[in-house]
């Protein structure tokens, strides 16, 4: 398959020498092609086609990967908006940023009719500054690039309700190509939303009331053991920002969840004590050697070694401190050179033990994962980067690390294969092929505001696409698509989903503690 977003593409992913040099890259693949005043020939109006990324060569380490090459992604979305508007005339600029984004816009003028801004990098907050253009503007998910900033981002301009934007988030390209034709059925910007949805909806995937669902009685403890049981836990954050204050006070304040905030050198110090621990680390190797049903080529004895002391190292914090779990921020210090090694391999021990292992200090996530292990007695929360795919009806759970203990540490083991973390192809990551056929729930609790957020879907499927996270659980929602897409941008993008039918006791925990359950889907 190729690097492209849309299945059935077939392009070559092609290698450029110079893959720094933007001077080489221009010359290849123009980076803005200005409007001129007048129309050419035989062409009605003119679209532009905005590519939303950093550099056409990836070099930051972001969703897809360092050193991933978009060339074959832009060439095939410029090919398909040609093919859906021939008497169109397609324009092209690569946006990287606000400043970027408005000098297209004032540049533009008059000379452009629309706008199609496909989201290929995360964290490039753009689409609001297109979408206040007034034009009829498209947005798109370049699936497994820039599937966070697409959800974020798109959510927030939603909420507005603007009646000239509208989205696409499918693999399917004939999904695109529909939307897109809908720039020459309108007759006014304002008809550009619900043309687009109307096709949307139509080619959405309808649910699979005959899907085969594996029966998976859960026993939960009831809303007020629950409450008692989280009274006095204690979450290490490694390195936590200082807005996050307000979500620790107000996680003592409802659950007596004790928040302990330390440092990257806290955690590097253990570590390089741990390193010493020669045969318990050449133990832990060899137990991860023997499981996994593949290693990469690319993951050395060293690499696991480092590994396997982070692991020790956690544990030490989590005995020192009293801890159920502990939460860092992974890629800021690993990135940094702060830590030595990913904690990846130690979060999976940790959540297989009914403990917390989770990923970039996200405070919220953790609290989610901690009541939700309470709740179950002892199955894992599965912290993740979502995508969705409208033309399987697929929300698809990503991140580099997750249980392969599902069920809980009785429960049945699933497969794993490890491979280096994603975004920058270094240390050692897990991807857990989790079981199919089981429902989950999916959610997050956000104390500051007393609110939950909450899905449901049916795992179907586990995608080895070798872009973004490396775990990544396709599941198909029963619930409301259109729905779906809609609240990313006020809890952002982590979710925690746990297998099994919570939500009832979600429900009445909500009700007891005086918060307000959101189902987003």
């Known amino acids: 398959m190729s690097g492209c977003a849309c299945h059935c593409c077939n392009i070559s992913r092609r290698h450029f020498i110079a893959a720094g040099s933007l001077a080489a890259v221009a010359a290849c693949f123009p980076i803005h092609q200005p409007a001129a005043a007048s129309l050419p020939d035989g062409k009605k109006k003119r679209i532009r086609l905005v590519y939303v990324l950093h550099d056409p060569i990836q070099v930051r380490t972001t969703w897809p990967h360092a050193g991933y090459d978009h060339h074959p992604n832009m060439d095939h979305y410029l090919s398909e908006v040609k093919k859906a508007l021939p008497t169109t005339e397609v324009v092209t600029s690569i946006v990287n940023g606000e400043e970027a984004a408005k000098k297209v816009i004032s540049e533009d003028g008059d000379n452009v009719q629309g706008y199609i801004v496909v989201q290929m990098n995360n964290w490039i907050p753009v689409i609001s500054f297109f979408a206040a253009a007034g034009k009829p503007t498209l947005h798109v998910d370049c699936t497994y690039c ?56 139509a080619r959405t995937k309808p649910y699979d009331k005959n899907l085969k669902i594996t029966d998976d009685p859960l026993d939960c403890l009831s809303a007020q053991e629950v ?28 659950f007596g969840i004790e928040t302990i905030r330390l440092k990257h050198a806290d955690l590097d110090d253990v570590w390089n004590d741990t390193m010493k621990n ?7 190797v060899s137990k991860w050697k023997k499981e996994a049903v593949s290693i990469a080529d690319d993951i050395t004895d060293e690499t696991l070694a480092k590994s396997a002391a982070m692991y020790l190292a956690q544990q030490k914090m989590l005995e020192k401190y009293n801890a159920m779990g502990i939460s860092i921020d992974c890629l800021g210090g690993f990135y940094s050179g702060k830590l030595n090694a990913y904690p990846c391999l130690g979060f999976v021990e940790l959540n297989n033990r009914s403990l917390i292992g ?42 580099c690390v997750a249980p392969t203990k599902m069920f809980g540490p009785t429960g049945a083991d699933n497969s794993y294969a490890i491979l280096s973390h ?27 505001s007393k609110r939950i957020v909450f899905h449901q879907a049916v795992t179907v499927a586990n995608s080895a696409d070798d872009r973004a996270c490396r775990t990544k659980i396709c599941a198909e929602v029963p619930g409301d698509m259109e729905k779906l897409l809609r609240e990313w941008d006020q809890w952002g993008w982590h979710r925690v989903t746990v297998y099994g039918d919570v939500r009832q006791p979600i429900f009445d925990l909500a009700k007891l503690i005086g918060y307000t359950v959101i189902e987003e889907a």
């Open 146 to 201: 820039g599937s966070g900033g697409f959800l974020v981002y798109c959510a927030g301009v939603l909420r507005r309700n603007p009646a000239n934007l509208s989205y696409v988030s499918s693999t399917d390209c004939q999904d695109f190509l529909e939307a897109v034709k809908c720039f020459d059925t309108i007759s006014a910007p304002g008809e550009f939303r619900d043309a687009v949805a109307k096709v949307r909806i």
């Open 227 to 254: 409450v008692d049981r989280l009274k006095n836990v204690r979450i290490i954050v490694v390195d936590a920002k200082g807005e996050k204050d307000v979500i620790c006070n107000a996680t003592l304040e409802t």
């Open 278 to 284: 020669t045969d318990e680390i050449r133990q832990w």
């Open 358 to 399: 989770g990923c970039e200090s996200d405070s919220k996530a953790a609290v989610t994962m901690a009541i939700l292990t309470v709740m179950t007695k002892g199955r894992p929360g599965y912290i993740s980067d979502p995508v969705i795919d409208t033309s399987t009806r697929q929300i698809v759970y990503a991140h």
């Open 422 to 448: 994603s975004e920058d192809r270094k240390g050692a990551a897990v991807r857990s092929l989790a079981p199919t056929g089981y429902l989950t729930s999916t959610m997050k609790f956000c104390p500051p």
